[in-house]
């Protein structure tokens, strides 16, 4: 799907032409697509809301997560799905998970205690986190969770409990200077261990950076090896955790292409640069990345003929499409770079909406103008409502299918994957954009509520 239905053909400069970029329309659902062909239902909410906020469709979460599912199912493999709560905290999320039997990764007390409150039952709950607080360990232990533990202090204290509670044993992944996980030797020292009265270690976790399937087939191959070892010494070793690293498809390989080829400071306001971006096409994604590493030198086999449960924690995969963030145009300026106009947006909100922004890159992704309307593609730069020259949501001039106007509301498609609150801040005394879920309803009708976390 491309950036909205019927617009005029482009005006500007070409792709790796002029001051605008190439465009990057993202993936659309149909649920997307409804709702910003719908005349009123943004205009609406935007009115009782009354500044930016970001539009949740859990149902989306629900059919991730059955996907997902449906990959360890093909391959005969017992697996277990745990959704990355870091990735967004929003109820509704939790509860998706909770409804469609998938269980929560959580790395802290309130996530443990919000993912509780939702449904969520204990012994579907992950703890995962270097140094875990005692509390954290204790709410783990009440409630029969799984906890990847992550240094040898932290079977101590819940030896220490006497609570029955199941470990996995976080292994460091070889060559890797990532401070969590336990090296060989230590792992080697855990198991070992007479003195752990009622804790059991199920296994071994691990997090790979990257999003490569064959190097986490063949960790998880090597942490076969260890459960079979393990089991020698009387644990059950049962279960290997890969941790998340699947990658999103945001948007189509043409366009992907044509714009890392010939992206370059004369397509970013104040010529901005950047170093590196997220994949935001990836060919293997999501459920397929899981099929790829299931697949890898026979590694579901191995899997099964050893017993072995195979856990994941996706987080922004179980969030593909599940959400988007709003904001109403406030101002515009005219700009020109190298002899040619383009719009500089101001929004009612902040790139701390938009947390991309604040690891040195940019969310790519393409936002639309809602209403729809006729007009010429116009380049345009997004800023913030904020008194910080820095603080914008998207430095390059983006190919809008039309000009803005204060009122209009840019949508942003697919946020809802670490975008809408890991950098959330009340900044300037700004409200929190709220999470507006959308709720199927009679005659292809959307409802809405608003999402308390």
């Not at 799905?81 to 309130?110: Q, T």
């Not at 070992?192 to 064959?214: E, K, M, N, Q, W």
């Not at 990658?247 to 170093?275: I, L």
Request: glycine share 10%; hydrophobic share 40%; with cysteine.
């Amino acid at each position: 799907m491309g950036l909205n239905a019927g617009a005029a053909p482009c005006v500007a400069p070409a792709a790796g032409a002029g001051i605008v970029a190439a465009p990057l329309p993202a993936h659309r659902d149909d649920w997307e697509r409804r709702l910003l062909a719908d005349p009123e239902l943004l205009g609406d909410i935007a009115f009782a809301v009354g500044g930016p906020f970001h539009v949740m469709f859990p149902a989306r979460v629900g059919r991730n997560i059955e996907a997902f599912r449906a990959v360890f199912e093909r391959a005969g493999v017992d697996g277990a799905i745990y959704y990355g709560k870091k990735a967004n905290k929003a109820r509704c999320v939790a509860r998706a998970c909770a409804e469609y039997g998938a269980g929560v990764d959580v790395a802290s007390a309130g996530e443990l205690n919000s993912a509780l409150a939702q449904g969520v039952r204990g012994d579907e709950l992950m703890v995962t986190g270097p140094a875990k607080s005692d509390e954290l360990l204790w709410l783990a232990a009440r409630h029969g969770a799984l906890i990847a533990i992550d240094e040898a202090g932290e079977l101590d204290r819940l030896a220490a409990q006497g609570i029955p509670v199941r470990v996995l044993l976080r292994a460091l992944p070889p060559d890797s200077d990532s401070r969590f996980g336990m090296t060989g030797d230590e792992l080697d020292r855990a198991l070992a261990r007479t003195d752990l009265g009622p804790v059991r270690i199920d296994g071994f976790s691990f997090h790979l950076s990257g999003y490569r399937p064959a190097p986490r087939a063949e960790l998880a191959a090597a942490l076969v090896t260890r459960c079979r070892a393990a089991r020698t010494l009387g644990h059950p070793a049962t279960t290997i955790s890969l941790g998340g690293g699947f990658a999103v498809d945001y948007v189509p390989e043409q366009a992907w292409r044509e714009f890392t080829e010939a992206a370059g400071p004369h397509w970013f306001h104040a010529r901005k640069t950047f170093d590196s971006y997220y994949p935001y096409h990836s060919a293997t994604a999501g459920p397929a990345a899981l099929s790829a590493v299931l697949g890898h030198h026979g590694l579901a086999k191995e899997l099964r003929d050893n017993g072995i449960r195979l856990a994941i924690e996706p987080g922004r995969a179980l969030l593909d499409r599940a959400g988007s963030t709003v904001f109403r145009v406030q101002g515009t300026k005219t700009r020109t770079a190298q002899g040619l106009p383009y719009q500089l947006l101001t929004v009612d909100g902040t790139s701390l909406s938009l947390s991309e922004q604040w690891f040195d890159s940019e969310y790519l992704p393409d936002p639309v103008l809602w209403p729809t309307r006729p007009g010429a593609r116009t380049p345009a730069s997004v800023g913030a409502a904020t008194c910080l020259d820095s603080d914008m949501l998207s430095w390059r001039r983006i190919p809008l299918a039309r000009p803005a106007t204060p009122g209009d509301l840019l949508v942003y498609p697919n946020t809802a994957g670490y975008q809408m609150d890991s950098n959330e801040s009340a900044f300037h005394e700004l409200p929190i954009p709220p999470k507006v879920v959308l709720h199927e309803a009679p005659g292809g009708r959307f409802r809405w509520t608003l999402d308390a976390h």
